[in-house]
């Protein structure tokens, strides 16, 4: 079956609003409780405007952490005597290496750059005087590292964000983001005449105006959702005052019994996994003989400050099951797909649909999904107490997470790559990095609804309410020990949002097969890796129910590995657990209330 032509627009369908959202007379307050509230209001305001200069990080949190590292430091003579020791052993050698390298002998480097620093790897980082430049900066960088980790008495929280916001702080100050003191940048201004640093002050005044008016950059708005990107054939099948349930048309006569119900992540737009046609798991899909749903997220906005987690549950996950199965049958099994935060939200639906009773899903897919965050990797730095009332407070003025207040801290993650990097290119060099799909949607972020994300990061994130079976659905605790349907769990080897030993701990929180598969490539670019990709490999196994545990770095070593993309191998499973193909179904069903209306990619994804 195929889309057919096109029908009237059909109007969004009315949904009254939740419980939450109906305005009841508050009751009447002593004179002493409303100048309590005055005064948590006061408090409230203050925090959210000093938010709005710190990008969401909370001065208290900071200045805890730091102080507990200067106090205990104060307090250990012997650390103290340590670190003397070494600056003045590097700075005798420093010494010596200044003299052999300004005469010109040669002499080997003090210390060298990580792996995975690339600031410094021109030739002529190695002349003098920039390769005493270079030398000197990274032992300073060394040895406040040194300083600001084993301090006996710092909590291992107040250590990680010392030494983390340290680091931050030094590579603000690396010789690779002055004119003064970068050789290459050097270079290029005078073999261009200075036209580089003309060309990056039109980008700054470009991006000037696009933040002042909130456009797109041009070279972003060539990729528009529903023509280069988001353009698999299809049609919004429902619609509620959240979300909109896109069904894809077929592209094979017939299809498995069994479809696919895609929850992505709502931090951004639905359309990661519908890129440009080449790079679309959903077209991949539809192309293997499979029907597809995927779930467009509204963005939401200060109206919506009372959403919370249970109505991502009701008015996301369970409205789009029963919407697949009034199109599809009532009996139908559903193979389910969750990526990054839809992943865990899928995974506390699939414990609730369990602990209830409801069979309806065939299996469950993962895809850089943590539902443990004990290990979260450094985004654990921005959550603790001080940090949660700052973040509640600024959400609590404006009724959402902005999309440059969460750009921030994910940025913070990797500045040298994701702010240095950039800014010296653009700025200095004069030079715009080009654009792809991949990047444009990386742009169209969306906000998160003051409620929902504050539960998430009480709840799940710094309480991990869910791995230990105490996150509420209702009125009743789930576990993820209900689940007894097959899952596959997808991990990226650079993800810094999901790392993928904290996404591998799955295996200790159900007692199902689980098939895990650890890809190459970052927590968006090892999940988009289509059929053909040149550098990809990958690593699966399956861990039975009741075999023995393997930890995530024994798993690493003993697992084989494989070129190429992860699709077909995930492909592969799901037709190992799926029934025998039929003719697919229509595109909605309006016999039973579900008309088609829009066609794909519907209405919610263009909302600004």
């Known amino acids: 079956m195929t889309d057919g032509a096109a029908v009237a627009v059909a109007p969004p369908t009315p949904v009254p609003p939740p419980a939450s959202d109906v305005y009841h007379e508050p009751p009447a307050r002593d004179p002493d409780e409303q100048g309590d509230l005055a005064a948590e209001h006061l408090d409230r305001m203050v925090n959210a405007t000093i938010a709005r200069l710190t990008k969401g990080v909370s001065p208290a949190s900071l200045n805890l952490a730091y102080s507990d590292w200067a106090i205990n430091l104060a307090c250990s003579p012997g650390k103290q005597g340590e670190l003397w020791q070494y600056a003045w052993n590097k700075a005798v050698r420093f010494g010596f290496y200044a003299a052999h390298a300004l005469s010109g002998q040669p002499t080997a480097d003090l210390i060298a750059p990580e792996k995975s620093d690339k600031r410094f790897e021109d030739e002529v980082w190695t002349k003098p005087p920039y390769n005493l430049m270079v030398q000197g900066f990274l032992l300073t960088q060394r040895w406040w590292e040194k300083a600001t980790t084993d301090v006996r008495g710092v909590s291992p929280h107040h ?55 909130g456009k797109k950059p041009a070279r972003t708005r060539q990729y528009r959702p529903g023509r280069e990107v988001a353009a698999t054939p299809g049609r919004v099948v429902y619609r509620n005052r959240l979300i909109e349930l896109i069904q894809y048309a077929p592209q094979t006569d017939k299809v498995r019994p069994e479809p696919i119900l895609i929850v992505p992540a709502w931090i951004m737009k639905y359309y990661i996994l519908d890129l440009s046609p ?81 069979e309806r899903l065939k299996t469950v897919t993962l895809l850089a999904a943590q539902t443990d965050f004990t290990e979260p990797g450094e985004l654990s730095l ?19 997470l902005d999309t440059k207040q969460m750009s921030g801290a994910f940025q913070m993650l990797r500045p040298n790559d994701l702010i240095y990097s950039r800014l010296l290119h653009e700025y200095f060099f004069g030079v715009r990095a080009d654009k792809n799909d991949l990047m444009a949607w990386n742009d169209d972020a969306t906000r998160m609804p003051a409620a929902m994300h504050g539960e998430y990061l009480e709840e799940l994130f710094h309480e991990n309410r869910l791995a230990r079976g105490q996150y509420r659905v209702g009125d009743r605790p789930v576990a993820l020990t209900d689940i007894e349907v097959p899952i596959f769990a997808v991990g990226t080897q650079k993800d810094h949002v999901a790392p993928w030993k904290s996404v591998y ?104």
């Open 382 to 400: 921005f959550i603790d107490s001080s940090q949660l009332a700052f973040l509640k407070d600024m959400m609590w003025q404006q009724g959402y």
């Open 278 to 358: 080449e790079k679309s798991l959903i077209r991949y899909l539809t192309e293997q003989g499979f029907t597809v749903f995927a779930i467009s997220w509204k963005n939401p906005d200060s109206d919506d400050r009372h959403l919370g987690m249970d109505d991502y549950l009701e008015l996301g996950l369970a409205a789009a099951m029963d919407a697949v199965g009034a199109v599809c049958g009532p009996e139908t099994k559903t193979h389910s797909l969750g990526y990054c935060l839809g992943g865990t939200l899928l995974s506390i639906g699939a414990a609730a649909m369990a602990r209830d009773g409801d």
């Open 159 to 213: 250590e990680a964000v010392t030494s983390f916001m340290t680091r931050q702080a030094l590579d603000l100050w690396a010789p690779s983001n002055f004119l003064a003191t970068n050789p290459v940048l050097q270079k290029a201004t005078l073999e261009q005449g200075g036209s580089n640093l003309l060309h990056g002050i039109e980008n700054f005044a470009e991006d000037v105006e696009y933040r002042m008016t």
């Open 505 to 608: 701990k799955i295996h200790l929180l159900v007692d199902v097969d689980v098939t895990f598969l650890l890809t190459s490539g970052g927590h968006n670019g090892g999940i988009v890796t289509p059929v053909g990709h040149p550098r990809r490999i990958y690593q699966v196994a399956t861990a039975h129910d009741g075999e023995h545990y393997k930890d995530p770095d024994r798993w690493q070593r003993e697992t084989p590995v494989h070129k190429g993309s992860w699709w077909p191998e995930w492909a592969a499973w799901l037709v190992a657990r799926s029934g025998s193909c039929a003719a697919p179904p229509q595109l909605g069903n309006t016999e039973v209330g579900f008309p088609p209306l829009e066609p794909a990619p519907g209405l919610y994804v263009h909302q600004p």
